[in-house]
C-alpha cells in the first residue's frame, strides 16, 4: 500500500507562484507514473500534469508553459512548480502514482491539497 503526504498548497495572488510536493511511502519504484490532478469547485478531476519514466513528461494544455513537473527518485517524491498563476486554477490538487505489478495496476491518491489564487 503506497501513502501520499501533499505539501505546498496556499493562498496566492495572481502572477504568484507555488510549488507542490508529494512524498510517496511504501512500495515504489523509479518506474512508476506519479502525476498531479486538480478538482475545481462544480468540476471533474482533471488532469494537471504527468511524469513517468525517462522522464517523459505530459501537461494540460491551459498549464503548458507556466507549470513544471519533476520528480526526484531517491526522495520519492514529486513536485509541481506553477507560475503565473491564475484565479481559473484555483482546485484541490491531488497526487496521483500508476503502478503495474505483475500485470495488476494499482492507483494511489493523497489526500488533496487546496491551492487558492485570489485576482
Known amino acids: 500500500q503506497v501513502q501520499l503526504v501533499e505539501s505546498g498548497g496556499g493562498l496566492v495572488q495572481a502572477g504568484g507562484s507555488l510549488r507542490l510536493s508529494c512524498t510517496a511511502s511504501?512500495?515504489?519504484?523509479?518506474?512508476?507514473?506519479m502525476g498531479w490532478y486538480r478538482q475545481g469547485p462544480g468540476a471533474q478531476r482533471e488532469l494537471v500534469a504527468r511524469?513517468?519514466?525517462?522522464?517523459?513528461?505530459n501537461y494540460a494544455d491551459s498549464v503548458k508553459g507556466w507549470f513544471t513537473i519533476s520528480r526526484d527518485n531517491a526522495k520519492n517524491t514529486v513536485y509541481l512548480q506553477m507560475n503565473s498563476l491564475k484565479p481559473e486554477d484555483t482546485a484541490v490538487y491531488y497526487c496521483?502514482?500508476?503502478?503495474?505489478?505483475?500485470?495488476?495496476?494499482?492507483?494511489?491518491w493523497g489526500q488533496g491539497t487546496q491551492v487558492t489564487v485570489s485576482a
Open positions: 496521483r502514482v500508476e503502478q503495474s505489478r505483475l500485470g495488476v495496476r494499482m492507483d494511489s
Open positions: 511524469i513517468t519514466t525517462g522522464p517523459s513528461t
Open positions: 511504501g512500495n515504489i519504484f523509479s518506474t512508476d507514473a
